[in-house]
């Protein structure tokens, strides 16, 4: 077994992981508010807890990971697109109008998510649905003189928790006097937070011990990850900048909730994405999401790569340039392992085989606070071959980072990189008929390579083949695209 390391936001130090119970590791990441399309930054935390929690089934076993990441449905912004929709001219009251906002913004983040080969979490609780246990932690924190009512506010006292602020390293005079903080005449201390506040009519309310209301932010989490983990588990994760207030605010819940149990022993956080160099903001034009991208024809795999390529705990920059870089690499992975034979058939035998493990550099990569970039650095290095079962360490290492979610699919990637020279109309079709020549080679039937190649030849398409690498061409401007009917189908 590989001892995992981690950096623990909490205590700065990298330090040996240690399940609670090694048969339930549990983790918890603070997933998106679903009011519109996850963005580039969205995707980052979602890559590293699906390249941890994959570690960990690979160290501690299929089943003995429960991993959640939430929705959050209850928020201003989800209120005030279902409030534009209605002025828009529906009819359908404020609440449909949120549920299918919500609904709809769900089933984006899972298709964009799934396109990035993140595995969807064991649980994916609505903080709708959780809204029961919030109010009772309220309660029991406002019993426990942790929190007060007023004005149909109920707050977080700070004061009453002496750790406020231990996770940020920071004390609650020196947050007030660097925060910019809500001002309220009803909080005792100006970094008192909100655990419920009131609804209007016009907004979705639920009824409660201090009327009709809604939970504040962090409570959700806090009453989610109990419900679904117990008040002590291994690993909370999440951007950055949910560090403070969000995550200091979810400790204080929890941490008074439940005195002595211990919440999270390990603090996850990833860096900020930026987009060639700068802060990704839509004045500046160079806002967008995932999708946009997946539209664009950029392979979710390459998303991938790109995103995993710098260490998670370091400010990361999207580039197009390391777009391009990753899909060339990610290209020639899979065309190695079309070239060795590889199909989801494949796999089976060779699991059934035994050898299917992935290279001990990869998993020690990886154990070392997830270190993508040395692992992906150990993949570069490997010889390939054409024979599936020497193939099978470099297999199995991208299958463990997720790289590969359908393996009868991997021929469509390495074909991109097939003539990514010009953009002829024709190129998808030349790209198509050159990979079935290289399948040809493959399964060595020379007559068959041979006839396509002369025919693309005799049509005036330049060819250039490389060792281990797709093949690549160009098509001269007078080419006849009819010379391509029959050739492969
Ligand atoms: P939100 O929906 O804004 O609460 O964000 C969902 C997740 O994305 C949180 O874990 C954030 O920390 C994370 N996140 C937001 N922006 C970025 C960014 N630019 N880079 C990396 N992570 C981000
Ligand atoms: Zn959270």
């Known amino acids: 077994m590989t001892q995992i390391r981690l950096t623990n936001t909490r205590t700065r130090r990298k330090e040996e992981f240690v399940p609670i119970d090694p048969a339930n590791v549990r983790l918890y990441l603070c997933g998106p508010t679903v009011y519109d399309r996850a963005h580039l930054g969205n995707a980052r935390p979602v890559l590293v ?12 076993g299929d089943r003995a ?41 769900i089933g984006w983040y899972h298709a964009d998510m799934d396109a990035l080969g993140a595995a969807r979490p064991d649980h994916e609780p609505r903080a709708t649905a959780y809204v029961g246990q919030m109010i ?28 406020y602020g231990t996770l940020s390293g920071r004390s609650v005079d020196d947050m007030i006097a660097g925060a910019r903080v809500e001002v ?6 100006p970094m008192d937070f909100v655990l419920w506040k009131p609804s209007s009519d016009d907004l979705p309310g639920w009824d409660s011990p201090w009327g009709r209301g809604r939970p504040g932010w962090h409570i959700e989490c806090s009453a989610m990850s109990a419900a679904l983990l117990g008040p002590h588990f291994d690993i909370h994760g999440g951007g950055i900048d949910l560090q403070f207030p969000h995550h200091e ?36 034009g160079n806002f967008f999401t995932v999708r946009d991208l997946l539209d664009r024809g950029v392979p979710g795999e390459v998303i991938r790569f790109v995103m995993l390529s710098t260490h998670y705990r370091k400010p990361m920059d999207w580039t197009e340039a390391k777009a391009q870089e990753a899909e060339r690499h990610i290209e ?67 299958e463990l980072m997720g790289f590969v979610s359908d393996w009868d699919e991997i021929g469509s990637i390495a074909r991109l990189g097939v003539g990514s020279v ?4 024709a190129r998808e079709r030349v790209a198509a008929v050159l990979f079935a020549r290289d399948e040809a080679k493959r399964v060595k039937d020379f007559a068959t390579a041979d006839r396509i190649r002369k025919a693309l030849v005799d049509a005036g398409i330049e060819i250039r083949d490389t060792p281990g690498a797709p093949s690549s061409f160009t098509i001269p401007g007078d080419f006849d695209e009819s010379i391509l009917d029959g050739l492969a189908s």
């Open 49 to 60: 807890f699906d390249l941890l929690v994959r570690l960990l089934r690979h160290e501690y």
């Open 422 to 425: 010009g953009d002829h109309p």
């Open 65 to 105: 990971v429960t991993y959640v990441r939430n929705f959050t449905d209850v928020d201003d912004k989800i209120n005030a697109e279902a409030q534009r929709r209605r002025a828009a001219g529906s009819d359908l009251s404020l609440e449909a109008l949120i549920a299918e906002r919500t609904e709809e913004t």
């Open 249 to 284: 605010n979810e400790i204080a819940q929890s941490c008074c909730t439940h005195p002595g149990a211990g919440f999270a022993n390990v603090w996850l956080h990833n860096e900020m994405l930026q987009v060639e160099g700068k802060k990704m903001s839509k004045s500046l």
């Open 184 to 189: 309220a005449p009803f909080k005792r201390d």
């Open 332 to 398: 020639e992975w899979f065309f190695a392992l079309v070239k060795a034979g590889y199909s989801r058939r494949m796999i089976d035998v060779l699991k059934n085989g035994g050898v299917w493990k992935p290279l001990d550099a990869v998993v020690n990569a990886l154990a070392n606070d997830l270190n993508a970039a040395e692992a992906m650095a150990a993949l570069h290095k490997f010889p390939t071959s054409d024979s599936a079962v020497q193939m099978a360490p470099f297999a199995a290492s991208l």
């Open 136 to 163: 009772a932690m309220t309660a029991d924190l406002i019993a426990k003189g942790h929190a007060y009512e007023a004005e149909g506010h109920v707050l977080f006292d700070v004061r009453s928790f002496a750790d």
